[in-house]
């Protein structure tokens, strides 16, 4: 029987389950939408038992459909939608609330509370990232401190503090959980770690400061592994819901997967993804380049016994969303006629879309911004917004572009580009036009599966060689720039001025407290 890898891939919406040959093929592929719950404006909630039920039913379907059997998989990976925090009881598995997602507001305030008491700096020098309420630093405090009322009813009762300062409770991002409900272990990876502003990435462990600012128990926090982990982080039970022991080896938070999967090994490889939000990485190999303009300095990834590499990071919170919202408006019927849309007009007639939906990412960090149109007419038209919207997702990748080449000093003259988006040709092109850069779309475009799938088939010796993955990689397709820089600059120039109209918007009626 030939053997393959598998891949379960836990995104913001849904979970899916890959399953890749040895050329990085597609061979099975399940999919499954999970409820976002939005108990105030701003706060964004998953149900992690509804993710661990879909994560089974998904790997079920994967390899029913293909014909798979469960003793086919040589190993499984995780990638998963990064900072979404759970707590929950090491013993019985259940978690005591909904999960945080990344995308949740709730913790503004508290991130205010740092930015006064001037700990934003050493937070930075230490993990990496900003003080923000997107990581998982405050989502857990804000669990431990709030979760009593909604508290499952947990026979042993006591204080979650205590609890947890006694090895009850445990807190995860979703890789941690998925790897405890496979596993019994719990354990999470070096990227995942580096996203939860309670690690020190240059030290490589967990900090006893800030976990101590955030009142987190040291016994709450899982073990640190490398990304692709010869070690293995356990097995599937035999008596579990795959009826087999298979190796649990790699696991990559989702960006991180991407740059994995796109083959960006060596030091200046970048690629972009374009998903509800977009996140643009570029490796800086083995030195952990700091950022002088709003990026985040995060682990790229960490082979068995090899150093880690690090990576510059631009976090862009709203790009896919933002097509989607246009679906919730009425404005298009699906995401594919954005490019016969926004074709259908010359230019945007000065219209402005920021779409600042969750406040502002890299490199502005402005979690009180909020979405903005500007520049309407009487004559503004429907296809003006929907060109307006694309246009908003290639402005603020070059907002990004242009941070990673001042903080790295190196030109990116490719952008290896991934994600649902990219599959719209006027999209990618716009894209090339206005970061004046050749654009790669790879064929097989699910590379943060084909990432976290490659990280446990190395771990397990399915691959031998990075050389072998790097043979995989196939350009779909590649987009030049067709305007000129001038006419390009022109545009981006006003792109700055909207931004500045979305700033700070959002005061403290909505939800923030």
Same mark, same amino acid.
């Given at each position: 029987?030939?053997?393959?890898?598998?891949?379960?891939?836990?995104?913001?919406?849904?979970?899916?389950?890959?399953?890749?040959?040895?050329?990085?093929?597609?061979?099975?592929?399940?999919?499954?939408?999970?409820?976002?719950?939005?108990?105030?404006?701003?706060?964004?909630?998953?149900?992690?038992?509804?993710?661990?039920?879909?994560?089974?039913?998904?790997?079920?379907?994967?390899?029913?459909?293909?014909?798979?059997?469960?003793?086919?998989?040589?190993?499984?990976?995780?990638?998963?939608?990064?900072?979404?925090?759970?707590?929950?009881?090491?013993?019985?598995?259940?978690?005591?609330?909904?999960?945080?997602?990344?995308?949740?507001?709730?913790?503004?305030?508290?991130?205010?509370?740092?930015?006064?008491?001037?700990?934003?700096?050493?937070?930075?020098?230490?993990?990496?990232?900003?003080?923000?309420?997107?990581?998982?630093?405050?989502?857990?405090?804000?669990?431990?401190?709030?979760?009593?009322?909604?508290?499952?009813?947990?026979?042993?009762?006591?204080?979650?503090?205590?609890?947890?300062?006694?090895?009850?409770?445990?807190?995860?991002?979703?890789?941690?959980?998925?790897?405890?409900?496979?596993?019994?272990?719990?354990?999470?990876?070096?990227?995942?770690?580096?996203?939860?502003?309670?690690?020190?990435?240059?030290?490589?462990?967990?900090?006893?400061?800030?976990?101590?600012?955030?009142?987190?128990?040291?016994?709450?926090?899982?073990?640190?592994?490398?990304?692709?982990?010869?070690?293995?982080?356990?097995?599937?039970?035999?008596?579990?819901?795959?009826?087999?022991?298979?190796?649990?080896?790699?696991?990559?938070?989702?960006?991180?997967?991407?740059?994995?999967?796109?083959?960006?090994?060596?030091?200046?490889?970048?690629?972009?993804?374009?998903?509800?939000?977009?996140?643009?990485?570029?490796?800086?190999?083995?030195?952990?380049?700091?950022?002088?303009?709003?990026?985040?300095?995060?682990?790229?990834?960490?082979?068995?016994?090899?150093?880690?590499?690090?990576?510059?990071?631009?976090?862009?919170?709203?790009?896919?969303?933002?097509?989607?919202?246009?679906?919730?408006?009425? +404005?298009?019927?699906? *995401?594919? @006629? %954005?490019?016969?849309? =926004?074709?259908?007009? !010359?230019?945007?007639? /000065? &219209?402005?879309?920021?779409?600042?939906?969750?406040?502002?990412?890299?490199?502005?960090?402005?979690?009180?911004?909020?979405?903005?149109?500007?520049?309407?007419?009487?004559?503004?038209?429907?296809?003006?917004?929907?060109?307006?919207? +694309?246009?908003?997702? *290639?402005? @603020? %990748?070059?907002?990004? =572009?242009?941070?990673? !080449?001042?903080?790295? /000093? &190196?030109?990116?003259?490719?952008?290896?580009?991934?994600?649902?988006?990219?599959?719209?040709?006027?999209?990618?092109?716009?894209?090339?036009?206005?970061?004046?850069?050749?654009?790669?779309?790879?064929?097989?475009?699910?590379?943060?599966?084909?990432?976290? *799938?490659?990280?446990?088939?190395?771990?397990?010796?399915?691959?031998?060689?990075?050389?072998?993955?790097?043979?995989?990689?196939?350009?779909?397709?590649?987009?030049?720039?067709?305007?000129?820089?001038?006419?390009?600059?022109?545009?981006?120039?006003?792109?700055?001025?909207?931004?500045?109209?979305?700033?700070?918007?959002?005061?403290?009626?909505?939800?923030?407290?």
């Amino acid at each position: 029987m030939t053997q393959y890898v598998g891949a379960i891939d836990q995104g913001t919406t849904g979970t899916r389950f890959m399953v890749f040959d040895h050329g990085g093929q597609v061979v099975a592929n399940a999919y499954e939408q999970h409820e976002q719950i939005y108990p105030n404006p701003g706060w964004v909630e998953h149900d992690p038992i509804e993710i661990w039920e879909n994560t089974q039913e998904v790997v079920l379907d994967g390899l029913a459909d293909a014909g798979l059997e469960a003793s086919q998989l040589d190993a499984i990976g995780i990638t998963n939608q990064r900072e979404t925090t759970i707590v929950w009881d090491r013993e019985t598995g259940k978690p005591v609330h909904n999960a945080l997602v990344w995308q949740d507001r709730r913790t503004t305030d508290r991130v205010e509370e740092l930015q006064e008491a001037d700990k934003v700096e050493e937070i930075r020098e230490k993990t990496g990232l900003e003080a923000d309420a997107y990581f998982s630093a405050t989502k857990t405090e804000w669990i431990l401190d709030n979760a009593e009322p909604l508290k499952m009813q947990s026979s042993r009762g006591g204080d979650l503090r205590d609890r947890a300062r006694e090895g009850e409770l445990v807190m995860g991002t979703i890789d941690s959980w998925l790897i405890y409900n496979l596993t019994g272990n719990h354990i999470t990876d070096v990227t995942n770690a580096s996203r939860t502003m309670l690690y020190n990435i240059r030290e490589l462990e967990w900090d006893d400061e800030l976990l101590d600012e955030f009142d987190v128990p040291k016994e709450m926090v899982p073990e640190v592994r490398p990304s692709s982990d010869e070690e293995y982080y356990g097995h599937t039970d035999a008596d579990g819901f795959l009826g087999e022991e298979v190796p649990v080896a790699g696991a990559l938070g989702d960006q991180q997967a991407a740059l994995f999967g796109q083959t960006c090994f060596d030091e200046g490889d970048a690629k972009n993804t374009y998903g509800t939000g977009s996140f643009y990485l570029m490796n800086t190999g083995t030195e952990a380049v700091e950022s002088d303009h709003g990026l985040l300095t995060t682990i790229g990834f960490q082979m068995s016994g090899e150093p880690v590499q690090y990576a510059l990071e631009g976090s862009i919170f709203i790009t896919g969303a933002a097509i989607e919202w246009l679906e919730d408006v009425d +404005l298009i019927n699906n *995401a594919a @006629q %954005t490019a016969e849309l =926004a074709r259908s007009v !010359e230019s945007t007639d /000065g &219209v402005y879309m920021v779409p600042a939906f969750t406040g502002l990412g890299a490199p502005h960090w402005d979690g009180r911004a909020r979405g903005t149109i500007v520049g309407m007419t009487r004559g503004t038209s429907k296809e003006h917004i929907v060109r307006a919207t +694309l246009e908003s997702i *290639a402005y @603020q %990748t070059r907002d990004v =572009a242009e941070a990673m !080449e001042a903080d790295s /000093g &190196v030109e990116t003259t490719s952008l290896r580009v991934d994600g649902g988006a990219v599959k719209n040709n006027f999209l990618c092109q716009l894209q090339s036009d206005i970061i004046q850069t050749e654009i790669a779309r790879p064929e097989v475009d699910e590379t943060t599966a084909l990432g976290s *799938a490659y990280a446990a088939g190395l771990a397990v010796g399915y691959w031998d060689t990075v050389d072998e993955l790097r043979d995989n990689w196939q350009v779909d397709r590649e987009f030049n720039p067709e305007k000129s820089q001038a006419e390009v600059d022109k545009l981006y120039s006003r792109w700055g001025d909207a931004v500045e109209k979305s700033l700070d918007w959002a005061k403290d009626d909505e939800g923030d407290e």
